[in-house]
């Protein structure tokens, strides 16, 4: 990740702080504010990294309760 061109820092933070929200399980369903919180990104920039961070394939989006995925 660290190699890859298309991620710049405040993807690689908001990543990191997703990460944290993990524990043995690989799903996380924190909010925006949370998410906003731990990586020092403002909320209203959560959606656009995570939407980067998936778009090149670092991360998988299902929206939890909608039974519908992103990918």
Same mark, same amino acid.
């Given at each position: 990740?660290?190699n890859?061109?298309?991620i710049?820092?405040?993807?690689?933070? /908001?990543?990191?702080?997703?990460?944290?929200?993990? *524990?043995?399980?690989?799903?996380?369903?924190?909010?925006?504010?949370?998410?906003?919180?731990?990586? *020092?990104?403002l /909320?209203?920039?959560?959606?656009?990294?995570?939407?980067?961070?998936?778009?090149? *394939?670092?991360?998988?989006?299902t929206?939890?309760?909608?039974?519908?995925?992103?990918?």
């Amino acid at each position: 990740m660290l190699n890859d061109p298309n991620i710049k820092f405040n993807d690689l933070r /908001v990543y990191i702080a997703l990460s944290s929200f993990q *524990g043995k399980n690989p799903d996380c369903y924190p909010s925006h504010k949370k998410i906003s919180e731990r990586s *020092g990104v403002l /909320v209203a920039h959560i959606s656009k990294h995570t939407k980067k961070l998936q778009k090149y *394939g670092w991360l998988e989006i299902t929206r939890r309760g909608k039974k519908m995925s992103n990918r």
